[in-house]
Every structure is written in C-alpha cells, then in structure tokens.
C-alpha cells in the first residue's frame, strides 16, 4: 500500500495535477504527484508526459477583455507555472495562444520534475487516500478509483462525452484553393495565423450531405451505462462533434465552426458560405489540426468526408478525431468554493472532474486546490476567491449551480455577477470592464492574502 503520510498526495498528472503540484511545493509542502501512465493507459493520451494536450492545442484567447483571457491575467497574478511554459511553447494562433503540444508537456514535466519538493510517482492510486490529497484525476480518471470517490460521496458519476479533432499534414493541402488569414486580419503574420478551406454554398450542402451519412463509432460505454441505470450525460455543448451539430439543421455548422465572418477568399475577393479553420499544432509548422471538429466517424469516413473539404482532397491525416468518455462529479452537491469536499477538510478536487471546463479552467483549478492545499497544512485559512474575479466565479458555479441542469462550464463573463452600470455601453466595452474590475478585485484579496486575512466571497 502507498504511503501517503508524510506529504501532500496529488492524484493526476495534467493540467491541474501539474499546476496543484507546483504551486503546492513552492509553498513550502512536500508533494507526491501520482500519475498512473505509463502503467495504466487511458485511450486519449499519447505519450508519458505530464500535462499531455489531448483535444486542441489552443489554450484560448489571449486578448484582455475576453473571458479567457482575464483568466490568462489572473493565472498571472498568481505565478502559474503551465501558463508560464504555455507562452514558451507558444505558436502564431492570431489573438489566442496555442502552443506546441509536445513541447508544452515536455517543459511543464521538466519542471514539475525537477522541483526539489515534488516526487513523481507512476503508479495507479485505486483509493481516495485518507491524508491531506487533490484529486487531479480528470475526465478519464479510473474504474477504481472512480469507484471509490462514489463510494465516499455516496453520489453517482455524471459523464458525457468529449471529443478530439484531427490533425492533418501540412504540406498535404491545397494552398491553390486554401488561403492563410485570420478573421478580421488579427494574425501576428501579413498573411494570418490559420490556413482557411473555403466553400461555396454547393460545396457546403455537399459536404453536410455526406457528413449526415458518415458511419459513426458505437458509444459502447454510454449504452452500457443507460442499460446499467448510471444516470447519463449528454455531449458537452461546448464541444459537440460536427456531426452531432449538422444534425441541427442545414446551416447549423456554418453559423457555428464553420462560421466565415471576418473572412475573404482571394480567389474571388468576397466572404465565403462557409469555412473550416486549420491551426497550427507543433513548433514545425509541419502539422495543422481542424478548428472546432471533433467527431465521433469511424476514421475511414473521417478520410472520405473530410476529403470533401475544399484544400483537403488530399490531406493525409497524422491523427484522426474520436470520442472519449468525461467523468465529472457532482460538485454543487460535493464541493465548497475552496474546491475542498464538503465532508473532509483535507480532501480537494480540481480540474475537470469537477465540472469546470477548458484547459485554462483546469490549470486555473488546480492552482487554486494547490495553494489551499498549502495553506491548510500552514493552519492557515483556505480561499475563496471574490466570484467578481474569473477563477472565483468558475468555482462559485461548479459549487452553486442546480444539479439538474449541471454541465461543465467554461470561463466566460456570462457565470460574472453583473456590472453596475450607469449607461448602456458595447460588447467590447462590457468585457474590459468586467476585466478591469476582475483584476482590481483579485489584487484586493491577494493584498488580504498577504496580511493575513481572509477574502470574502
């Protein structure tokens, strides 16, 4: 049996595992940092770094007065470490950040690794440890321990299903027919970040056709559970494979993914009915993946239909897309806003088994589990961040929210309490605003932080 005793157990080596770990070990505390691959393997990573990048490769928008990227300025102010190998790992993505996948793991497992108060450990934990722990575990945590968090909470799993969008060769597109642009020419480079597949409005229908008489890969597990009584999720609306949103209607995807505003092809000098984005996915340039299209075909379809794509007739695809099951607990029933479980002080839950969604809400998460973690052992008062700020308002919905309607929730100003405003001001303006006051109100409480007192919500 694994000792746990003598430090701070982390279960989960991605994104908010990382993140806990560190800023846990920077505060003094000594960390075990369980990560079950390369022994156990989940069937969406790849390889046996920390922090792997399983979907996009996009971490968000970047742009101070958008949701993401108040997150991004808050994860700042408190010294994240993945936001910090992010920025070095980062590619040309227009106003967001994405990064080089492999790259970003490898330095955020250089790091975690090489802090002199972290111990990485590759072993399964089967059981929730009855010690100071955060369980990082993520939507593809194990049947045992799954098992043994639903043993301790007494509340069953909810899931739903994510999905991965492919990545193609680049030098296997068409750039006759493909244009490198960003919406609204926001690309770092003349030319734009992201190389666009036009349609026309009879390529579209096409495409939509085929798309709606692709086969799909059996969800095996989600019929299994219904038949099982496991009350079930559905898709996350955040991601929803292509063929699930076509399914929609005739112009459900070019009002969504396939959205061409801000655009114009230079063939014809004019927008086009509708377009699928390419964003860069590694360092090289070399491989390109499909922005907003994940999907749940079997890969032979996958080559057939996405070969449809104007540009892509061509393409060799170095990873196809596939669906993988989420588990995330029921946190408003489950967890304070300090991400601690209700029923033991000593016990904390971060990223996304907690229904907070997006790669910055987990990193965000963890942040949080691992500094409360620390000031717990320091016999200090954990934190509850003001819900004005990003982070606090993310934890105040996965804590608050009506269970019956409960999904995963990205960062974005919608969860804000609203602005006290005078007049009626734009979109641009409400987002600095709430940005403006987000920041203010997290240095605010870092300031009570620091002398000692603790932050009301």
Known sequence: MTDFA?????????????????????????????????????????????????????????????????LKNELRMFGSLLLECAESASLPAGGALAVDR??????????????????????????????????????LTSPALSESIAALSGEEHLFFFDAIAPVIQADSINMNIAFRASRYGTGAQEEGDYINCPFTK??????VEALLHAERIELRAFEEAIKSGVKAGHFFEGCLPVEIIAERGVDSLAFGPMRPVGLKDPRTGKRPYAVVQLRQDNLAGSLYNLVGFQTNL???????????????????FMQYGQMHRNTFIASPKLLRPTLQYIGRDDLFFAGQITGVEGYMGN?????????????????EEPITLPPTTMLGALCHYVTHADLKDFQPMKANFGILPPLELTTKIGKRERGKAYAERALGDLQLALNKVSKGSEIEA
Request: aromatic share 4%; with cysteine; proline share 5%.
């Open 6 to 70: 003598t430090c701070c157990a982390i279960i989960g080596g991605g994104l908010a595992g990382s993140e806990a770990a560190y800023q846990a070990a920077q505060r003094g505390l000594k960390v075990r940092l369980y990560e079950m691959r390369p022994m156990v393997q989940t069937g969406a990573h790849q390889t046996h770094d920390l922090a792997e990048l399983v979907c996009s490769n996009s971490l968000g928008s970047n742009l101070p007065d958008r949701a993401s990227g108040v």
């Open 202 to 207: 009879e390529e579209y229908h096409r495409f």
């Open 363 to 379: 990193i965000a998460t963890g942040l949080l589990a691992g500094m409360n973690a620390a000031r717990l052992h320091h016999h």
């Open 102 to 139: 492999e790259l970003f793991a490898r330095l955020v497992t250089e790091r975690v690794e090489k802090h002199p108060r972290i111990e990485v450990v590759r072993e399964e934990v089967r059981q929730v440890p009855d010690t100071l722990t955060i369980i990082a575990s993520g939507p």
């Open 298 to 316: 079997k890969y032979p379809e996958q080559k057939r239909v996405f070969r449809r794509i104007p540009g892509l007739e061509n393409a060799e």
